[in-house]
T-cell receptor, first 113, second 110 residues
Framework: NAGVTQTPKFQVLKTGQSMTLQCAQD?????MSWYRQDPGMGLRLIHY???????DQGEVPNGYNVSRSTTEDFPLRLLSAAPSQTSVYFC????????????FGQGTRLTVV | GESVGLHLPTLSVQEGDNSIINCAYS??????FIWYKQESGKGPQFIID?????DKRQGQRVTVLLNKTVKHLSLQIAATQPGDSAVYFC?????????FGKGTTLSVSS
């Protein structure tokens, strides 16, 4: 089992470019989330999903889109990258309504220049 | 504002000491509170959780205490080891997602 797989691990973008961060899980978990981690700010929730076809906004959703067409995949799209989106991005899964243990991917380090 | 936060950004202890990491929260509706450990270059890992109707839960070398009166959560690590050096986050479960605090960096010197 791979668990939670994020790609790419590193990415450099120019301001205004768009890209998609990929997240795939093989644990058949219902819940998936995207977080960004900045120095001194902890992890902040961007978007989350409780199942295929259902997504919702978290604490810092502006500038990001998500979709959940399958249980396994939860891509995060940056529509027009800005330097303020330079961060480390983590995807996480939780088994379902009774779960508290989140399983995280290895992270994607994104730099916007 | 932030609903989950930690009192101190850094904590330094000697190997073998007991460590106490604190967290204050503001959302009384959360049903679970959870502690995570993040080592350098990795994603956070689950340590222990506590349901909101409990005040204490013990794991292997760790104890979590919940004081709902003052909205305070703490993680106690017994006999701290160098391998415990990491950033520790408290989190609360708000129905379907986890909200994290800012984290405390624990440094263990031998």
């Amino acid at each position: 089992n791979a668990g939670v797989t994020q790609t790419p691990k590193f990415q450099v973008l120019k301001t205004g470019q768009s890209m998609t961060l990929q997240c795939a899980q093989d644990m058949n978990h219902e819940y998936m989330s995207w977080y960004r981690q900045d120095p001194g700010m902890g992890l902040r929730l961007i978007h989350y999903s409780v199942g295929a076809g259902i997504t919702d906004q978290g604490e810092v959703p502006n500038g990001y889109n998500v979709s959940r067409s399958t249980t396994e995949d939860f891509p995060l799209r940056l529509l027009s990258a800005a330097p303020s989106q330079t961060s480390v991005y983590f995807c996480a899964t939780i088994s379902g309504p009774s779960g508290t243990e989140a399983f995280f991917g290895q992270g994607t380090r994104l730099t916007v220049v | 504002g932030e609903s989950v936060g930690l009192h101190l950004p850094t904590l330094s202890v000697q190997e073998g000491d007991n460590s106490i990491i604190n967290c204050a929260y503001s959302n009384s509706a959360s049903d679970y509170f959870i502690w995570y450990k993040q080592e350098s270059g990795k994603g956070p890992q689950f340590i222990i959780d506590i349901r909101s109707n409990m005040d204490k839960r013990q794991g292997q070398r760790v104890t979590v205490l919940l004081n709902k009166t003052v909205k305070h959560l703490s993680l106690q690590i017994a006999a701290t080891q160098p391998g415990d050096s990491a950033v520790y986050f408290c989190a609360e479960r708000e129905r379907t997602a986890l909200i994290f605090g800012k984290g405390t960096t624990l440094s263990v010197s031998s």
